[in-house]
């Protein structure tokens, strides 16, 4: 299974192993190493200037959104078995993950539906984030 972690600066991993993916949200990583990208840097800017506050729910879903997107572009088709079916762990920071957790398994399955692939979401609380990040 591909594991890709995605998180604010505010959760970033203690450590990082060669074998994962990691994405840094709104911000671009102060670690320089290859399995370490970045998504959504501008989003938090294009929302002050558009004048929109979204809800809760409607960042959280567009973290699920940015970190989907994140897994599909790292998770290689061609470096699965049977050169489609990928296997995915996706570990997303929401603020509210009791929420979510309860949503998980139809994420999962939708993905599922959508692409082809075998997604299993692990859903952890942001902590310390502030909007203008």
């Given at each position: 299974?591909?594991?890709?972690?995605?998180?604010?600066?505010?959760?970033?991993?203690?450590?990082?192993?060669?074998?994962?993916?990691?994405?840094?949200?709104?911000?671009?990583?102060?670690?320089?190493?290859?399995?370490?990208?970045?998504?959504g840097?501008?989003?938090?800017?294009?929302?002050?200037?558009?004048?929109?506050?979204?809800?809760?729910?409607?960042?959280?879903?567009?973290?699920?959104?940015?970190?989907?997107?994140a897994?599909?572009?790292?998770?290689?088709?061609?470096?699965?078995?049977?050169?489609?079916?990928?296997?995915?762990?996706?570990?997303?920071?929401?603020?509210?993950?009791?929420?979510?957790?309860?949503?998980?398994?139809?994420?999962?399955?939708?993905?599922?539906?959508?692409?082809?692939?075998?997604?299993?979401?692990?859903?952890?609380?942001?902590?310390?984030?502030?909007l203008?990040?």
């Amino acid at each position: 299974m591909n594991k890709v972690i995605c998180y604010p600066r505010c959760c970033t991993p203690k450590y990082y192993s060669d074998d994962d993916y990691y994405f840094e949200m709104f911000t671009v990583p102060e670690q320089k190493i290859n399995n370490v990208g970045h998504v959504g840097v501008q989003l938090f800017k294009e929302l002050r200037k558009s004048k929109i506050a979204p809800t809760v729910e409607a960042l959280d879903f567009t973290i699920i959104a940015m970190a989907v997107v994140a897994a599909d572009k790292a998770v290689l088709r061609k470096k699965s078995a049977d050169g489609w079916t990928r296997k995915i762990e996706l570990c997303i920071y929401l603020h509210d993950a009791p929420k979510w957790r309860q949503e998980k398994r139809k994420l999962e399955e939708m993905l599922r539906f959508l692409s082809g692939d075998f997604w299993v979401f692990t859903v952890n609380f942001i902590f310390n984030f502030r909007l203008s990040e």
